[in-house]
């Protein structure tokens, strides 16, 4: 994804519904882990917010431009702007309190 990519797909709609945007990487266990969590949470909540994923290693440039330094590393967009960051893994009902608590009242 390029950043004229990102703009599209998450800073324009995060001023609509919040963004989630995955930072992944294919040689990365933990990752494979997590898809599926955030597949079921964005299925579950597509109403409140939004998954995008980008592969750090095809977006270097986004890669640099938000300090990815390890992944996975969860991000969350409201309103054209990082509002929460997390990286690792968690459980689904652990990722799902996270994500409902930093999304709320945006």
């Not at 990519?5 to 266990?29: G, H, M, N, R």
């Not at 991000?75 to 309190?97: H, P, Q, T, V």
């Amino acid at each position: 994804m390029t950043p004229e990519q990102f703009e599209q797909s998450v800073t324009l709609p995060s001023y609509t519904k919040p963004i989630l945007v995955d930072f992944w990487a294919d040689w990365c266990d933990p990752c494979k882990l997590l898809e599926p969590i955030l597949d079921e949470l964005a299925t579950e909540n597509h109403d409140h917010w939004s998954l995008v994923k980008i592969d750090i290693d095809a977006s270097p440039e986004l890669k640099e431009q938000f300090d990815i330094m390890g992944v996975p590393a969860i991000r969350i967009f409201s309103k054209g702007e990082m509002i929460a960051k997390f990286n690792g893994l968690m459980w689904k009902k652990d990722m799902g309190r996270w994500i409902e608590g930093e999304i709320k009242g945006v």
